[in-house]
């Protein structure tokens, strides 16, 4: 239980934020915010904890945008379910493309470029496909009410996004504990090794691809609701690939709080560059790239590993032996 | 439909695309051969590229074709630089930092060259852009013909660099063995950043030879290098051959399903060739077994 204490009270002091703040764009930030969290903490799943570096997690995105959309607008179903059956196409995606790419022993550089493939496929089939309403995409018909699952108020949207995120944070630390999260580290570590102990490598990917898949298809279906559009370069654009594997890889690869931390600071940094200068277009990106280069140069463990790296140097410091206690007193 | 006449000019003009692609993919396989990582950033470094003999016509008024033996030592020089002191370092020898810096410099590349020169797509007008070659039984397109023969001169260039250069023995050996060659005194960084430099070098040439006849925004490198991606698998990372015959093929390919299949679903049927070669075959048809 003492694991999720920090994770009660994250989302608990997020939950108020609304409560003081009701300036709509600090809100409609938080929201954008939150949903790339959860879009990375799925990614954080496969590529933090079992050590499978993907691509094109714009797939599953994209799917559980799609999915939910569709539904509704061609078939009718109320989005709670549209919403649900998105979150299942993900997942069953995520089945598919993990049996597929470990059954056939794909790591590293190759597993990159086959998930990469596979939402270029997607992205390709959605901007030609006329059930996807091709290369003009599929609007949402506006139809306010928690029944149509469109609220009038952004804090409705951003307590629902922090429920799918504070629940995909405590899967994340109950992964964490369990002898299934012992087994993607080993895996990670050394996956040769994990398999002469007895770990089913391949499964225990496609398993952990299954989780990944699914919570980030729940961002895509978020993203379909929140902005009632959806197209093939949104859904399925590279722009999300990037954005799901930066937030955990700024914030802390393979751990809970990376992805929420990550998309916080990618996501200030991104609008802070924008009040500088005007929305000029590429600027963020620019950032974003130069980042992630830094973060992996200096902190390769993220902002998260980067304060203990903070912690380590000054306990060195005031440890005996080191520089002498006074001088560390004045620094 | 499936007369020759048309036919056999589509397999013809896919052959000489191919060899376009088969430029681009050299770059990509040649660093994959020795650094065991795909460069990301390759297609950023295309775009760039095609900027850089782009603005070399407009501005100084050089042919693409000269310009050639200016942008292509500046490109070396970029990889050389990018991969010594940014890839190298900040990765820490970690194949998957490796991937993720690539990436951040093709994301960085590429948006700087919107942010400098905005989306427009630009093309230059150069007087033999529509020039033909008639070969009597069918008409090829000047800048082609010219693009297809360099490739070989290229392809032999490297071979040649690669077998009779103390460099070409350096890179060999680092490509196999990279600790037996540090232990007989060989400078694995300096060779990696070498390797990059060639790599970058290849996509350079592959600039200056498309512009005559192709556009420039800042992410059409994308598009190609996803075609060298497959080419690359096909044909077996790190086998220059392979890189060659894999480009012909997926050129004539291309073509072929353009001709039955329409312009955008064309595009698929590469990218399902790639799943399929990835997962049945990783290794490529000409690659070692992994």
């Known amino acids: ?331 | 439909m499936l007369s020759p006449v048309i036919l056999i000019p589509a397999i013809l003009n896919g052959l000489l695309m191919g060899a376009v692609y088969a430029l681009v993919a050299l770059g990509l396989t040649l660093i994959y051969g020795v650094l065991h990582i795909i460069n990301f950033a390759h297609g950023a470094l295309l775009s760039a590229a095609l900027f850089a003999a782009f603005f070399a016509f407009r501005l100084f008024g050089l042919d693409p074709y000269a310009a050639v033996f200016l942008i292509a030592p500046l490109f070396y020089a970029l990889g050389y630089a990018l991969q010594r002191f940014v890839i190298g370092p900040a990765s820490h020898g970690d194949d998957r930092n490796m991937l993720l810096v690539t990436l951040g410099i093709a994301v960085v590349i590429e948006n700087m060259l919107l942010f400098a020169f905005r989306a427009d797509t630009r093309t230059i007008d150069v007087p033999y852009a529509f020039e033909t070659i008639n070969f009597g039984f069918t008409f090829l397109a000047v800048p082609r013909v010219v693009g297809f023969a360099a490739v070989f001169a290229v392809a032999l260039a490297l071979w040649l660099i690669m077998t009779f250069t103390d460099t070409g023995r350096a890179i060999r050996a680092v490509a196999k063995e990279r600790f037996g060659a540090q232990l007989v005194g060989i400078d694995v960084a300096h060779v990696y950043a070498v390797t990059f430099g060639l790599g970058s070098a290849c996509v350079a040439i592959a600039a200056c030879l498309l512009i005559p006849t192709y556009y420039v925004n800042p992410t059409v490198g994308n598009a190609f290098v996803l075609i060298a991606f497959t080419i690359v698998v096909l044909g077996g990372m790190g086998s220059v051959p392979g890189a060659v015959i894999g480009a012909l093929l997926i050129g004539v390919v291309e073509s072929l399903s353009g001709l039955f299949l329409g312009e955008s679903l064309g595009q698929i049927g590469i990218f399902i060739i790639f799943i399929v070669v990835l997962l049945v075959r990783p290794s490529g048809l000409f690659g070692a077994r992994a």
């Not at chain 1, 079992?50 to 607008?73: C, D, E, K, P, R």
């Not at chain 1, 196409?89 to 597929?100: D, E």
């Not at chain 1, 998309?263 to 005007?278: D, F, N, P, Q, S």
Request: proline content about 3%; some cysteine.
């Open chain 1, 1 to 331: 239980m003492k694991g999720f204490i920090p994770i009660i009270v994250v989302i608990a002091v997020l939950a108020a934020v609304p409560l003081i703040v009701q300036s709509n764009a600090t809100l409609n930030f938080l929201v954008v915010a939150l949903m790339i969290a959860l879009a990375g903490q799925g990614w954080n799943i496969l590529g933090g904890y079992a050590g499978q570096y993907s691509f094109g997690h714009a797939a599953f995105f994209g799917t559980g945008a799609y999915v939910t959309a569709i539904l509704q607008m061609h078939y009718g179903v109320n989005a709670w379910f549209g919403f649900g059956a998105g979150i299942l196409c993900g997942a069953a995606l995520g089945g598919v493309i993990g049996a597929l790419t470990f059954r056939s022993g794909l790591r590293g550089s190759y597993f990159a470029l086959v998930t990469l493939a596979f939402a270029e496929v997607l992205r390709i089939i959605a901007s030609v496909a006329p059930i996807t309403g091709a290369g003009v995409g599929t609007l949402i018909k506006l139809d306010l009410g928690a029944r149509a699952f469109q609220f009038q108020s952004r804090a409705a949207f951003y307590w629902v996004i922090l429920a799918l995120l504070g629940l995909s944070l405590v899967i994340a630390r109950l992964i964490e504990q369990s002898r299934f999260g012992a087994w993607l580290i080993a895996v990670r570590e050394n996956e040769d090794a994990a398999k002469t102990l007895g770990v089913d490598a391949s499964s225990v990917k496609t398993a952990a691809m299954v989780i990944s898949g699914s919570m980030t298809a729940a961002a895509g279906c978020f993203y379909a609701q929140y902005f009632l559009f959806v197209d093939s370069g949104i859904a399925y654009g590279t722009w999300i690939s990037i954005e799901a594997l930066l937030t955990p890889i700024i914030g802390g690869v393979g751990t809970v709080f990376g992805p929420l931390l990550g998309a916080l600071a990618v996501r200030l940094l991104g609008e802070g560059a924008k009040l500088v200068t005007g929305d000029v277009p590429g600027l963020d990106l620019i950032l974003y790239g130069g980042v992630l280069v830094l973060v992996i140069w200096f902190t390769p463990r993220g902002l998260i590993g980067g304060c203990g790296q903070i912690r380590q140097w000054l306990m060195r410091r005031n440890a005996p032996g080191g520089p002498s206690v006074i001088e560390a007193g004045h620094g």
